[in-house]
Every structure is written in C-alpha cells, then in structure tokens.
C-alpha cells in the first residue's frame, strides 16, 4: 500500500498539499507560497494513509520536515518485525531515533507475539523453561502467578491490531 503524507505549512495564509514521494514533496514544496506570494519554507508533516503498522511506525518515528524521507525508506524496506522493533524501542523502551533507527532490530528487546502474559506464561512452561514437569502435576500449574511474576520484566503491548508482550533489555 501506498503511503500518503500531508505537508502542512506553518504559515496560516499558505495552502499544504498531499504527497507520496519524497520527489513529488520536493516539487510542490519548491512551488508552495503563501497568500502574498512569499515562499513557504517549513512544513508539518502528518501521516494520511497507509497501513495501520506504518501509521504506528510514523507516531514513533515523531515524522517532521527533516526526517520524513528516511521514514520513507523504512517503510518500503523494513519488514513488519522490525518496525515492531523499532516502535517499541523508541515508544517503550527509551531509546532515541538516532539510537535504532539504522538497526532496530538489533536491540536487545525480547518480542512474543502472545494476547497476555498468561499465554506467555503458558509457553514458557510448555517450552520447558521450567523444567520438566510431570504430566500428573500440569493440572495443577498456577499459571496467573507465573504471568504475575513474569509482569516484573515483561509488558504488553497493541501494535497494528496485534497484541505483544516485550521485555527491554
């Protein structure tokens, strides 16, 4: 899908326009005056349309004048797992653009994509980070104290209609 920005100048008298490249923004913006025919220089940049993922991606990414073209690229190049990465790094975890923004996925998050810390809770027992547990006692597992303790270093998180639990590391 096609991403659509909107470029919104600053001056009240001046008229935005909408663009979906960063050669077309160009372009208009060279040709962008004011009601008294001054040149309009500095423009709020919003996100129109896209996809829900790119969308949330642009909210993180805190999308402006000067930085809208390497969004741009982002989301053309970047699969969704690591957009996921940089959304929670850069709205979750405290990171900067500047921190992640040529190599999300490479910081230390741990990302499941689970509805809640019981499911989480759930896999890591059927996974075996417990331990082996006897069949005769997985009845009896209290799975709401695991996700309770899990809460400590893990949260959930809504990206794009999917839910998440993370832990920054």
């Known amino acids: 899908m096609t991403i659509k920005l909107h470029a919104q100048p600053y001056d009240i008298s001046a008229t935005g326009f909408y663009f979906e490249t960063v050669e077309q923004y160009e372009q208009l913006a060279a040709n962008a005056v004011n009601d008294f025919g001054q040149p309009v220089e500095e423009f ?18 805190e999308i402006n004048q000067a930085n809208f073209a390497a969004f741009l690229d982002a989301t053309e190049g970047w699969d969704d ?25 490479s910081i230390e998050i741990d990302l499941y994509p689970v ?19 006897p069949e005769s006692l997985q009845f009896y597992i209290d799975y709401e104290a695991i996700a309770r303790d899990l809460a400590i270093d893990y949260s959930e998180t809504h990206i794009a209609g999917k839910d998440f639990v993370y832990a920054c590391r």
């Open 44 to 61: 709020e940049i919003q996100f129109i349309d896209g996809e829900r993922i790119d969308c949330e991606l642009a909210s993180a990414w």
């Open 81 to 105: 797992e690591r957009k996921h990465h940089y959304i929670i790094a850069v709205g979750e975890c405290g990171y900067g653009h500047f921190d992640v923004v040529d190599t999300p996925d």
């Open 115 to 133: 509805d809640s810390l019981r499911e989480l809770a759930e896999q890591f027992v059927e996974e075996g980070l417990y331990g082996a547990i």
